[in-house]
Structure formats: C-alpha cells, structure tokens
C-alpha cells in the first residue's frame, strides 16, 4: 500500500531504531548547516522505512519543490505574468484619455440620449384640459367677488398674453394659472355674464362642445378644445 507524506515526520526517540535514531541525527546536523535537501532525503528514508514505501508522485513533487531550476522557472513566469498585466493597464489608461473636443462629443450624444421624448397626444390635451378647468375656477371665483366675468365685449383675444388682456385679472385669484400650453396661447371671449375659453388640440374633441363661428389664425387649422359657463 502506497502512504503519501504530508511532510518531514517528528523524531519519536522512545520508538524509533538504531537506523533511524541515526538518520535523524543525521538530518539534525544538516539543518544546523543549512542544508534543507539532506533534512528532506533523510527524512523521506525515515518515512520509508517507518511506514512503508513512499508514493512516486508524493517524492517527485517533494523534489521538484527542492529543485532550484523549477523554482526560477516559477519565477521567470510570475514576472511575465505581472510585465504583462502592468502594459494591459498602461495601454488602457492611454487609449481611456479624451481630448476635450472628443469629451464635448460625448456629452452631446448622451444629453440627445437622454432627452425627454415627444409626449403622446392625448396627454398633451389631457393636460390643456387641466389649464382651463383651473381658468374656469378662477372665473367662478372672479363672478363670486365682482358679479361678473372679466369683460372682452363678447370678442374673442388671448387669455393672458398680453399685459392687458382681461383674462390677466384672474391672477389675484390663482397666481399658478398657465395661460398657454407652451407654444399656442390659450383663448378666451366674455360678455360679462358668459364665457368661452378655447385651446388647440392635437385630437378631435367630441361633439356638443360650443366654440365660437370664426377662429382666429392660430387655431382654425386644426382641431380645438372649448369649455363654456354662464353666472349663478
């Protein structure tokens, strides 16, 4: 049966032979002269005759370990390992670097990734609709304290668009109040006891909604949205 060898056994003195006692004595006087190979040999011979035959492979690998030209083989490849490494990282960093024309390249395409994309139609008249309920709430707080809508004689004119549209005396009653919805002003007609307020849409309203006859430019082109109301 073949005993593999875990390393250099400990002198047992009470139970080891002549031979062996002597072999180790042996081994001692080498260790106290430097010399790691006589410890190995004669300890592998104690083994060997202590517990049997020692394996191949367990007395090769003890050897090669031993050997001075396995280790500078082993040396030689962990160095070319590390060169290696260290001009991946050099050659990395190199080729990392931007020029700032290359930097502002970047950031453009990035800042174009990453734009706000074109919102869908129904939200965007979803969101019209929610301006001029607002507008229509401000009206009724407006008759509420004066008895009246804000008068344009019954014609119709922007909202707020203008510093003396009548439509601007609804701030004091909501200063958050949007008059446009980012490009087309919102539009607003009153005799004082009657409204419309009209928008453009990007969908066609449903039918029964009351607008005006005659549109002005900006919105006779397309489809609007209007909403009406009348005094208490």
């Given at each position: 049966m073949c005993h593999?060898?875990?390393g250099v056994p400990r002198a047992r003195p009470q139970r080891a032979s002549g031979l062996a006692e002597s072999t180790l004595n042996f081994g001692a006087r080498d260790a106290r002269a430097g010399s790691l190979r006589g410890?190995?040999?004669?300890g592998i011979a104690y083994a060997g005759r202590q517990s049997g035959p020692v394996c191949a492979d367990n007395t090769h690998m003890m050897g090669s370990y031993q050997d001075r030209w396995y280790l500078g083989s082993l040396g030689a490849l962990v160095g070319i390992i590390?060169?290696?490494?260290?001009?991946?990282?050099?050659?990395s960093s190199s080729t990392g670097a931007e020029s700032?024309?290359?930097?502002?390249a970047t950031e453009t395409t990035l800042v174009q990734a990453t734009a706000t994309p074109a919102a869908d139609p129904a939200t965007?008249?979803?969101a019209r609709a929610l301006d001029l309920l607002a507008v229509r709430e401000a009206l009724s707080g407006y008759y509420a304290e004066f008895g009246a809508f804000p008068s344009t004689d019954g014609a119709l004119e922007t909202l707020c668009d203008r510093a003396d549209d009548a439509g601007?005396?609804?701030?004091?009653?909501?200063?958050?109040?949007?008059f446009n919805d980012g490009k087309t002003p919102y539009w607003y007609a009153s005799d004082g006891s009657l409204y419309t307020l009209v928008a453009r849409a990007e969908l066609e309203q449903?039918?029964?909604?009351?607008?005006?006859?005659e549109l002005p430019d900006g919105l006779s082109s397309?489809?609007?949205?209007?909403?009406?109301?009348?005094?208490?």
């Amino acid at each position: 049966m073949c005993h593999r060898v875990r390393g250099v056994p400990r002198a047992r003195p009470q139970r080891a032979s002549g031979l062996a006692e002597s072999t180790l004595n042996f081994g001692a006087r080498d260790a106290r002269a430097g010399s790691l190979r006589g410890l190995t040999r004669r300890g592998i011979a104690y083994a060997g005759r202590q517990s049997g035959p020692v394996c191949a492979d367990n007395t090769h690998m003890m050897g090669s370990y031993q050997d001075r030209w396995y280790l500078g083989s082993l040396g030689a490849l962990v160095g070319i390992i590390v060169a290696a490494t260290a001009l991946l990282l050099i050659g990395s960093s190199s080729t990392g670097a931007e020029s700032p024309a290359q930097a502002r390249a970047t950031e453009t395409t990035l800042v174009q990734a990453t734009a706000t994309p074109a919102a869908d139609p129904a939200t965007l008249d979803f969101a019209r609709a929610l301006d001029l309920l607002a507008v229509r709430e401000a009206l009724s707080g407006y008759y509420a304290e004066f008895g009246a809508f804000p008068s344009t004689d019954g014609a119709l004119e922007t909202l707020c668009d203008r510093a003396d549209d009548a439509g601007c005396a609804l701030r004091e009653f909501n200063a958050e109040l949007s008059f446009n919805d980012g490009k087309t002003p919102y539009w607003y007609a009153s005799d004082g006891s009657l409204y419309t307020l009209v928008a453009r849409a990007e969908l066609e309203q449903p039918e029964g909604q009351s607008c005006p006859d005659e549109l002005p430019d900006g919105l006779s082109s397309g489809p609007v949205m209007c909403m009406t109301g009348e005094g208490d």
